[in-house]
């Protein structure tokens, strides 16, 4: 009985390792603005805000590049990215940033960073607008 509970528990054990896939993202991470401020402000991140145009025009994160979340080729023009590098995203409010980052888990992103409150309270923290 003892060696039964034994291999039952290593059989378990070898299950839960085996599919605990390290191609892809298991978590997204949210970051603090403060955080997310120390991180970006490096020129080598992929940084991503996925608002409107419109509203990317009107003040973003310095190099930050504009793919849209609501575009019908968000995944297209996400795919043009590292796949292999971590993405750090922000929206507004973190609303769409989130629904972005559970897309671009299920495309293959290995690193996925979010803005924790978005670009609204960005701005209202007193951190730099960019642009």
């Not at 970051?31 to 145009?53: F, G, I, M, N």
């Not at 793919?67 to 996400?78: K, S």
């Not at 971590?86 to 897309?103: F, T, V």
């Amino acid at each position: 009985m003892k060696k039964l509970s034994i291999l039952f528990g290593l059989t378990i054990i070898l299950f839960f390792t085996a599919c605990n896939d390290s191609s892809v993202a298991q978590e997204i991470h949210l970051l603090s603005r403060q955080e997310y401020h120390d991180v970006t402000a490096k020129k080598d991140v992929q940084l991503v805000d996925v608002r409107t145009p419109e509203e990317f025009a009107e003040g973003h994160l310095d190099n930050a590049k504009n793919i849209n979340v609501l575009e019908t080729d968000f995944i297209t023009q996400a795919e043009k990215l590292n796949l292999d590098e971590p993405i750090y995203l922000y929206c507004r409010s973190g609303k769409r940033s989130a629904k972005a980052a559970l897309i671009l888990k299920d495309v293959g992103f290995k690193e996925i960073y979010d803005m924790n409150g978005g670009y609204i309270h960005w701005v209202e923290d007193g951190f730099q607008d960019k642009n």
